[in-house]
């Protein structure tokens, strides 16, 4: 009987989404975010796409509070607009947790993008940082490459001595990756295996990358 009400409730406030009036579409996904009615998923991404003011934000927290992995391609496809509510598809593609994110918000918050550098902290928080830290030993070098980035913004201390063993990688830009990340780490146990890299890596923009963290510690 509860599943029945609920489901009522659902459509009405679907129906709400589409509603002129900015703070009636607002409640409506507010509400359909905390039910967690994946029933809303399709018109909440039709609603994250809406143009008019206040909607990418709204429909965007509610995805995240969804749970529901489907979302994650709309909201990154969001991640281009201009629009005030991309910091919400941001946190909410945190929230998601989905690999898929990574390398886009690693991208964003390269580029100085505060929202990004802060989901990036929350999704290691949520994971314990053992999805960036296991996908340092992808086979794909992409992943390993922006899973070494996205260790040395979030700051996370287990992730030294994965990272360690990422400076003998056999992929150059994962190993200048992993010297820039365990720069910001400023683990103590790293300082002797970055003057090996300084010296021997067979790679001069390695070896220049870790001289570089070397003056910074």
Known sequence: METCRTRGLSIHLIAALEDDDQTIRKNAAI????????????????????????????????????????????????????????????????????????EPLVELARN?????????????????????????????????????????????????EPLIRALYDRHRQVRENAVYALGKLREPRSIQCLREVATSDRSKVVRRAAEDVLQGL
């Open 31 to 102: 509400a359909l975010g905390k039910l967690r009615d994946t029933t809303a998923l399709d018109p909440l991404i039709g609603l994250l796409n809406d143009r008019r003011f206040g909607s990418l934000g709204t429909a965007a927290t509610a995805l995240g509070q969804l749970g529901d992995t489907r979302a994650v391609e709309p909201l990154l496809q969001s991640l281009e607009r201009t629009d005030f509510g991309v910091s919400k598809a941001i946190s909410a593609l945190a929230v998601l947790g989905d690999d898929r994110a990574i």
């Open 112 to 160: 100085g993008s505060r929202a990004a550098a802060r989901a990036l902290r929350e999704f290691n928080f949520q994971e314990g940082g053992q999805p960036l830290i296991e996908s340092l030993n992808d086979t794909d070098v992409d992943i390993r490459k922006y899973a070494a980035k996205a260790l040395g913004i979030i700051g996370n201390p287990e992730a030294a």
